[in-house]
């Protein structure tokens, strides 16, 4: 880990250079972080333009005013990446593994152009969506094909770099790293922060369960370190909930597939007695305050706004109003549902893209999603567990809905790294048995 950070020496020194123009150069970063991405791309650095990517997504989700220049800068580095794309279309025979049952959704999401009452911004933000789901996965595949353990080793040390950062500042800069008492790293809140975790545990998992080799035991153990003490500091309830699921139906669907879908069946008829008596299983387990047990069956005031947008839909359920609508609307109601003790936005990701698309744009997204997700269960045990762990935490957050934003694009990565294993490779522990003989040990 050491070395490989002595290596790429230059690349931190480049993006340290961002962070310092961004806090202290006024609007030189608008000239730095373009001309050193074309510099990475002379170089063939390809890997790095997809960590600087990441980088800038993430630092954009915080609000505070010195990193407004990563939200600023965020979709001119899509647009370069789109360009250079374009101009060098050969450099990229590579195919994009993720993007076909998302086609679609891409196509609607144009149509309910028509009926946004801000259409400028909403045509931005669609026009960011298509190319973030079109042209990323084809730079990761690139990375991928030529510098596997390059990529996938940085991109795990950059991620873990981010947090241990945001554990850092908790330290010498708190009123920064916390929010209204709760842990939130260099993330905009303590949700924000989750949902990487969650999204970032599966990725690593996956990762260092196919490519063993890529890091030592301490390595990974520093690494679930930096992930789940980030969680914990945060309070997520969602984020523990998501964790534990990937986690346990992925040793689930490690013994058989047949086992992980049966456990899905039992928790789905367990699931309503589960949610009754949740306050009181925290309780007797001694967790209450640090759980907020007092809020679990309002949601946190989750179900205030998940009424609200329900009713509104009611009315208007069919075509949506564009690519960030859900942002407009509770804007424009949020004094109506601050006088019902909800401070936010939807808090759930199907109702945002219910709201921005309509029932079609709905029902194609979250066809896509499950279909792309499950398509790849031959390529890895994981796959389908990182779904319901996907499908869980989108649930209770709006991420899915999100342009630019650092969760998908790590969801994007983590999909296409099972894309590009080969399901030939693939056996339960079952099937283990039966060919050696011989358990084998499961990576988790």
């Not at 510099?39 to 990193?67: A, Q």
């Not at 922060?193 to 990762?207: N, P, R």
């Not at 509770?330 to 698309?357: C, E, P, R």
Request: charged share 10%; aromatic share 16%; proline share 4%.
């Amino acid at each position: 880990m050491i070395d490989y950070l002595k290596r790429n020496i230059q690349f931190i020194i480049m993006i340290t250079l961002w962070v310092v123009s961004g806090m202290y150069g006024g609007p030189s970063y608008y000239l730095v972080v373009p001309a050193s991405l074309m510099l990475l791309r002379m170089r063939n650095m390809h890997s790095e333009v997809l960590f600087g990517l990441l980088i800038i997504t993430v630092l954009s989700d915080h609000w505070k005013p010195h990193l407004l220049w990563a939200s600023n800068v965020k979709d001119i580095y899509l647009m370069m990446m789109f360009v250079m794309f374009l101009f060098n279309t050969k450099d990229f025979s590579y195919k994009n593994m993720v993007i076909g049952p998302f086609l679609p959704y891409l196509i609607w999401i144009f149509i309910p152009l028509l009926r946004s009452p801000d259409a400028f911004v909403a045509f931005q933000k669609t026009i960011s969506t298509v190319l973030f789901y079109s042209i990323t996965p084809v730079w990761i595949m690139k990375a991928l094909s030529e510098e596997k353990e390059h990529f996938l080793k940085g991109a795990v040390l950059t991620m873990t770099a981010l947090l241990f950062y945001g554990l850092f500042m908790a330290v010498i800069w708190p009123e920064s790293a916390y929010l209204m008492g709760r842990f939130r790293g260099v993330t905009g809140n303590p949700n924000s922060l989750g949902i990487i975790c969650t999204v970032f545990f599966a990725m690593f998992t996956i990762i260092n369960s196919h490519y063993k080799e890529m890091f030592s035991k301490w390595e990974a153990g520093i690494i679930y370190a930096a992930i789940l003490l980030s969680v914990v500091l945060s309070g997520s309830r969602n984020t523990i909930f998501a964790i534990l699921i990937f986690y346990s139906f992925a040793r689930f669907f490690k013994v058989s597939y047949l086992l992980g879908f049966t456990a899905v069946v039992v928790l789905a008829v367990l699931y309503q007695i589960l949610i009754t008596n949740l306050p009181a299983i925290i309780a007797a387990l001694g967790l209450q305050e640090y759980m907020r047990v007092e809020n679990i069956e309002d949601g946190s005031s989750r179900l205030i706004a998940w009424q609200f947008t329900l009713n509104h839909l009611k009315q208007d359920y069919l075509m949506g109003h564009g690519i960030g609508y859900e942002v407009y609307f509770f804007q424009t109601y949020g004094m109506d549902l601050f006088f019902k003790y909800h401070v936010g936005n939807t808090h759930n990701s199907w109702l945002a893209i219910w709201l921005n698309t309509g029932i079609i744009g709905l029902i194609l997204y979250a066809g896509a999603l499950i279909y792309r997700f499950v398509s790849f269960a031959s390529h890895s045990v994981y796959a389908i567990p990182m779904l319901y762990s996907v499908m869980f935490s989108a649930t209770f957050e709006s991420w899915l809905a999100g342009v630019l934003s650092p969760y998908i694009l790590l969801m994007l990565i983590t999909l296409s790294v099972i894309a590009a294993l080969e399901p030939a490779t693939v056996t339960t522990k079952q099937e283990q048995e039966t060919q050696t003989g011989v358990i084998p040990v499961s990576p988790l």
